[in-house]
């Protein structure tokens, strides 16, 4: 599910800024970018994150401005006009190249001035990022109240449309009959058929095409789609996507033995709104 939490706080003289931005994904996957001074607590932020977060692609960004103008990193001046003087000697054209750069991948013309980040600080910088995964999660809980509310109307339009289907299948069991004795006495003589026998084959041929059972199992997925959806587990797409593909195995049942154009054509719109269902899952937890 996707997801944003943003907050701004200010630690002493320093303004500090958490951002996370959240994909859905089948695991806990942290893109992080931080201060170099709180590297030194990564680990501890990416538990923060695994404890609090379920499953989600993030991109977490903490950022901090000062005012006094503290930089992580210093340019040794001495060793860069050093050096740059040392290369221009070799008496080499050097017209085409870009010295600075060259120079600056030198080992140490760039240090660190990273120091140890103290307890009062991480304590408040945690509580900034605590305050961003709320929002981050009472965003997602948002737009996980929307698509609970959008599988809830696909299933309910299957439902409808497997009422419809009982309006149909009276009447397609006496168009079977219809048909098949159309073709006896195209192609027979009334003379030469066993009325005893016709009976006969005509009931194990309609058992073959009932799709009572079928019915039943949808009603009873569809209904239990439902009640998943409704309870208070948080991670429940994997189950969601089982029952939706239970439900799809009856409606193609039901389509498969329709032998009924008006019949096909509801299981075609069943199908329709079960796809949407399905898209809808690869959204959620």
């Known amino acids: 599910m996707t997801g944003y939490g943003h907050v701004v ?24 970018k931080i201060p170099n001074l709180y590297k030194q607590k990564e680990l501890d932020i ?11 692609k993030l991109d977490v960004t903490i950022t901090v401005a000062s005012p006094t103008g503290e930089d992580e990193y210093t340019l040794d001046k001495n060793m860069i006009q050093s050096l740059h003087r040392q290369i221009l000697n070799l008496g080499i054209d050097l017209s085409n190249t870009d010295i600075l750069n060259a120079i600056l991948k030198f080992p140490n013309v760039i240090t660190s001035n990273e120091s140890v980040i103290n307890d009062e600080e991480f304590a408040y910088v945690t509580k900034l990022l605590q ?9 997602r809980s948002i737009e996980g109240i929307t698509i609970e509310t959008d599988m809830n109307l696909r299933i309910d339009l299957i439902l409808k449309a497997l009422v419809a289907i009982e309006v149909f299948d009276q009447d397609r069991i006496s168009l079977l009959k219809e048909k098949m004795m159309k073709s006896l006495t195209a192609n027979f003589s009334s003379e030469n058929i066993d009325k005893n026998r016709f009976e006969q084959e005509l009931l194990y041929y309609l058992e073959r095409l009932d799709i009572t059972e079928e019915k039943v199992r949808l009603k009873q997925h569809c209904d239990y789609f439902l009640q998943e959806v409704a309870n208070d587990q948080v ?14 195995r009856e409606i193609n049942t ?18 329709d709104e079960l796809e949407k269902i399905k898209e809808q899952l690869a959204n959620i937890l």
């Open 131 to 139: 305050e961003a995964i709320v929002k981050l999660n009472e965003f």
């Open 46 to 56: 990416r538990k923060i994150l695994n404890d609090t977060i379920v499953r989600g």
């Open 235 to 248: 991670s429940k797409s994997k189950k969601l996507n089982f029952i939706s593909q239970e439900i799809g």
């Open 254 to 271: 039901l389509g498969a033995k329709a032998q009924h154009s008006s019949i096909q054509k509801i299981v075609v719109g069943m199908k």
């Open 9 to 32: 706080g200010q630690f002493e003289d320093k303004e500090i800024i958490v951002e996370i931005r959240c994909l859905n994904s089948k695991v806990n996957d942290f893109r992080m």
